[in-house]
């Protein structure tokens, strides 16, 4: 394929380590109410709205051209908080093209990666400073922050074409939820879960 000659030239862009923002790009921000209907308790969603609107991840899309020779990234930021007894997390997605894979690094913070596939299979990954998790192909993932005062940082990088699926996930919910019980994460079965 011919490419202009500026599609050629490598490019450098810095994310910052202590808060994951990008300097020079304007971020994507969800706030919680952009959320209804993602967490289990929607009363208390509505609840904390209504007092206070919180922004509870941003992340940054570069804009890269959807092809498959391309790849794109950038930087997940889920900030503390909590829904109830419900993590804040990121809405989740399955891609498009459902058979690419992505990758998560994580930068700072801790949480977990959850991931599950049309077939039903769940896989949920511990995420903290360090950490690099592959998402194979055909699994949706949501990225959960655990810490109460610090923002889960990560970063990702998928095929460019890879097309993002929220819908799904928006009308079904995922498999299972990440809670706090008894002061500590759990996995518990999504009671709303649609299949
Ligand atoms: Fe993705």
Not at 18 to 41: H, N, Q
Not at 56 to 70: H, N, R, T
Not at 75 to 93: D, L, N, R, S
Request: aromatic letters at 12%; one cysteine or more.
């Amino acid at each position: 394929m011919k490419r202009k000659n500026n599609e050629l030239k490598s490019k450098v862009i810095k994310f910052n380590l202590e808060t994951g923002i990008s300097p020079e790009i304007e971020s994507k921000k969800r706030m919680l109410s952009d959320m209804e209907g993602m967490y289990f308790d929607n009363n208390k969603l509505k609840e904390i709205v209504k007092r206070r609107d919180l922004i509870v991840y941003e992340f940054y899309d570069l804009g890269i051209k959807a092809d498959p020779s391309e790849l794109a990234y950038g930087t997940t930021i889920v900030y503390p908080g909590k829904v109830g007894a419900e993590y804040f997390m990121t809405k989740g997605h399955f891609h498009e093209k459902i058979e690419t894979a992505e990758i998560y690094y994580c930068l700072r913070g801790y949480g977990y990666l959850l991931m599950e596939n049309p077939e039903g299979d769940v896989e949920v990954r511990e995420m903290k400073p360090g950490i690099s998790v592959y998402v194979p192909p055909r699994f949706a993932h949501r990225s959960i922050n655990i810490s109460p005062d610090q923002p889960l940082i990560l970063f990702f990088s998928f095929r460019a074409d890879a097309g993002h699926d929220y819908k799904t996930i928006e009308k079904k919910g995922f498999r299972k939820l990440m809670i706090e019980q008894n002061d500590k994460p759990t996995l518990i079965d999504n009671p709303k879960w649609k299949s």
